[in-house]
């Protein structure tokens, strides 16, 4: 069984800076993609940023230029570091993680962005 633990989100002011982490723990092998999603309400989920095992990355348009995801893989934790933040960045802000041949979600973790 593997758990995901997120932290840092909350409040912040527009073109401030948050920084979100997500830890996994349990019988955990090999983690393969790990990435970022969120929910706005009313709206669907969708992909914020993803990185490999390898590093590679992969950004949303909306994000790109102001948020970087990178991970650790000897603590098995995934971040994501959120600058010049937008009130359309508030969302719950979930961590997804692949470890073949099963996807994880954490809780999620409320980001609100203030104009």
């Known amino acids: 069984q593997v758990q995901l633990v997120e932290s840092g989100g909350g409040l912040v002011q527009a073109g401030g800076s948050l920084r979100l982490s997500c830890a996994a723990s349990?019988?955990?092998?090999?983690?393969?993609?790990m990435g970022w999603y969120r929910q706005a309400p009313g709206k669907q989920r969708e992909l914020v940023a993803t990185?490999?095992?390898?590093?590679?990355?992969n950004a949303a348009d909306s994000v790109k230029g102001r948020f970087t995801i990178s991970r650790d893989n000897a603590k098995n934790t995934v971040s994501l570091q959120m600058n010049s933040a937008k009130p359309e960045d508030t969302a719950i802000y979930y961590c997804?993680?692949?470890?073949?041949?099963?996807?994880?979600w954490g809780q999620g973790t409320q980001v609100t962005v203030s104009s």
């Open positions: 349990g019988t955990i092998s090999r983690i393969n993609n």
């Open positions: 997804r993680v692949f470890i073949m041949p099963k996807v994880y």
């Open positions: 990185i490999t095992s390898g590093g590679t990355t």
